[in-house]
């Protein structure tokens, strides 16, 4: 069984960055995608970025929402099981809790993911 834990996040002011890590634990598919999501009070589950390794990370399918591209920036680190998510030119509408999720392909929405990792604060102020 996959398990996710997300680590980083924490506060920061608009046009700061902060950097989110997540880690797979447990049996994973040979091909596969980690995606971060993030959900703010009252809004729905909403897409961020998905990395889906290939032979090595070089080589991976990524995909980012409209929202973050230009910005953010997803990438596997080391084992195929951890990546990280580097947030660049913050801004207060980037304030949720962010998930970590694992997927069998590449997927840009909430129900295809099966694993979800326990979430992370990320607070942006102006």
């Known amino acids: 069984q996959v398990q996710l834990v997300e680590s980083g996040g924490g506060l920061a002011q608009a046009g700061g960055s902060l950097t989110l890590s997540c880690e797979a634990s447990g049996s994973t598919f040979s091909r596969y995608t980690m995606g971060w999501f993030r959900q703010a009070p009252g809004k729905e589950r909403d897409f961020v970025a998905a990395?889906?390794?290939?032979?090595?990370?070089?080589?991976?399918?990524?995909t980012y929402a409209n929202s973050v591209k230009g910005r953010f920036t997803i990438s596997g680190v080391g084992a195929r099981n951890r990546i990280h998510l580097q947030m660049n030119s913050l801004e207060p509408e980037d304030t949720a809790v962010y998930y970590c999720a694992a997927a069998p392909a590449m997927s840009k929405v909430a129900h295809g993911y099966y694993v979800w990792g326990q979430g992370i604060q990320v607070t942006v102020s102006s």
């Open positions: 990395i889906m390794w290939s032979d090595n990370w070089s080589d991976a399918n990524i």
